[in-house]
């Protein structure tokens, strides 16, 4: 079972243009949530997090929604630059075990071109 | 170094060998991880071990696998008699006890099984 989810497996986006890459989850219980960013042979790197107590969060060039009610989540990046092409991992934080494990959607692979 | 290492970073080996995978966390970091990745597939969370706590093992596919941490420190991470659905990149991770939710990976182990 499928507890976090990204149903578009791939974006592509004009640079200058704003990317949304979105994710939904299925567990009430997550407290917290993080998008991871990762390129070709490297292992992901962490981008952006927030805490189920706030509903934006923003950091230069990213910002992350939450929506509780409808259990969504979306990472925005404006402008997109080339450099940006990755593919991003949502994860959630806190399903009610009695460890800190981070479960992860399958990604979405972004693709800014020039 | 600075980072989570990890080694071999790539690894061949013939079906029904054993192998094993080693990851050195970033000093001073309480909590590691494994996670896997399969071509086309999210990160699968294998095993998360923290302080002095029993690990939890919850993700671990079968019990041809298994992991230890010894002195708080180094992880190895042990395949027992592989198969060719074992094929996959193994990312470690730590974090820091008490720092929040952010796990840091290395650039993963990636194996394959002929």
């Known amino acids: 079972d499928q507890q976090v989810k990204q149903n578009s497996p791939s974006l592509s986006v004009q640079e200058g243009r704003i990317s949304i890459l979105n994710c939904d989850y299925t567990n009430s219980m997550f407290d917290y949530f993080l998008w991871y960013k990762k390129y070709p042979a490297e292992g992901p790197t962490f981008l952006i997090s927030?805490?189920?107590?706030?509903d934006k969060n923003e950091d230069g060039r990213f910002t992350v929604f939450l929506n509780k009610s409808a259990k969504h989540l979306s990472l925005h990046i404006v402008p997109s630059q080339p450099g940006d092409s990755a593919v991003y991992f949502c994860a959630a934080r806190g399903d009610g075990g009695a460890t800190n494990k981070l479960i992860f959607g399958t990604g979405t692979l972004l693709a800014v071109q020039p | 170094g600075a980072g989570v290492s990890q080694s071999p970073s790539n690894k061949v080996t013939e079906k029904g060998k054993d192998v094993e995978l080693r990851c050195d966390p970033i000093s001073g970091h309480t909590a590691l991880y494994w996670y896997r990745q399969s071509l086309g597939q999210g990160l699968e969370f294998l095993i998360y071990?923290?302080?002095?706590?029993?690990?939890?093992k919850s993700g671990l596919p079968s019990d041809r696998f298994s992991a230890e941490r010894t002195g708080g420190s180094v992880s190895t991470l042990t395949i027992q008699r592989t198969q060719q659905e074992d094929s996959a990149v193994y990312l470690c991770a730590s974090s820091p006890q008490g720092a929040g939710y952010t796990i840091y990976f290395g650039e993963g182990s990636w194996l394959t099984v002929v």
């Open positions: 071990f923290q302080g002095n706590s029993a690990p939890d």
């Open positions: 927030i805490s189920s107590i706030k």
